[in-house]
């Protein structure tokens, strides 16, 4: 009995730890340093004191929400919209120009 208990027990630990991380949604991805150079291992220029979340992505890839949240004092301000960045629109020039150099 002691040993079924003790089973269920580490299961149910691992089951907790595990399936979070299995579950978490793709595009829930946190924003916090600035690097020099578009590669993870280069210098980070400045380390962002605020949360700044990406949530989702719309289908032409141009257009993000993003969810910003900080704590000034006593109070916590918390912002969710769509930001207009054009990466779809640039990496479809970048593929068009690749595969017609003279345009």
């Known amino acids: 009995m002691k040993r079924a208990i003790l089973l269920a027990l580490i299961f149910a630990i691992t089951a907790g730890i ?10 829930n991805h946190q924003v916090r340093s600035l690097y020099a150079q578009p590669d993870g291992s280069s210098k ?17 890839a141009n257009w993000y929400k993003v969810k910003i949240q900080f704590n000034l004092g ?27 150099p003279s345009k």
């Open 44 to 60: 980070v220029v400045y380390n962002i004191p605020i949360e700044v979340k990406m949530l989702d992505v719309s289908d032409d």
């Open 74 to 100: 006593l109070a916590s301000f918390n912002f969710t919209g769509w930001a207009y960045i054009p990466v779809g629109q640039i990496l479809a020039e970048r593929s068009r120009v690749a595969v017609n």
């Open 18 to 27: 595990f399936v979070p991380v299995l579950a978490a949604d793709p595009y």
